[in-house]
């Protein structure tokens, strides 16, 4: 059974930065796709971005060159290094995970194992 913990978020002014993390307990497998989503109440679930065990990753625009995802596979965590953020990347931010078999590793695929998320504001 794997169960993932977010920490890390926070409020922050306009400019700032926060790092989320996700830690995992019990074991996704040596091959993961591993996801940072984000939803605002009324919104839809937005994926940002994805890594594989690879170290292959994605990024949606939004987020692209002020957003950096990371894993530290000896402590099981992955990690979302936020900079640069502005109001509009208020929301409630969850990682996600799933075992991969190569190929695809997008927001739209299908993951298995989500955390509770963690809040992050940012005020102008």
């Known amino acids: 059974q794997v169960r993932l913990t977010e920490s890390g978020g926070g409020s922050v002014q306009d400019g700032g930065s926060l790092r989320l993390s996700c830690t995992a307990s019990?074991?996704?497998?040596?091959?993961?796709?591993m996801a940072w989503f984000r939803q605002v109440p009324g919104k839809g679930r937005e994926g940002l971005t994805t890594?594989?065990?690879?170290?292959?990753?994605t990024y949606t625009d939004s987020v692209k060159g002020r957003f950096t995802i990371s894993r530290d596979d000896a402590k099981n965590t992955l990690y979302l290094q936020m900079n640069d953020l502005k109001s509009e990347d208020t929301a409630m931010y969850y990682c996600?995970?799933?075992?991969w078999g190569g190929g695809w590793c997008a927001t739209d695929s299908a993951f298995g194992w989500w955390g509770q998320g963690t809040q992050v504001t940012v005020s102008s």
């Open positions: 890594i594989n065990s690879d170290g292959g990753t």
């Open positions: 996600a995970a799933r075992r």
């Open positions: 019990g074991s996704i497998g040596s091959s993961y796709c």
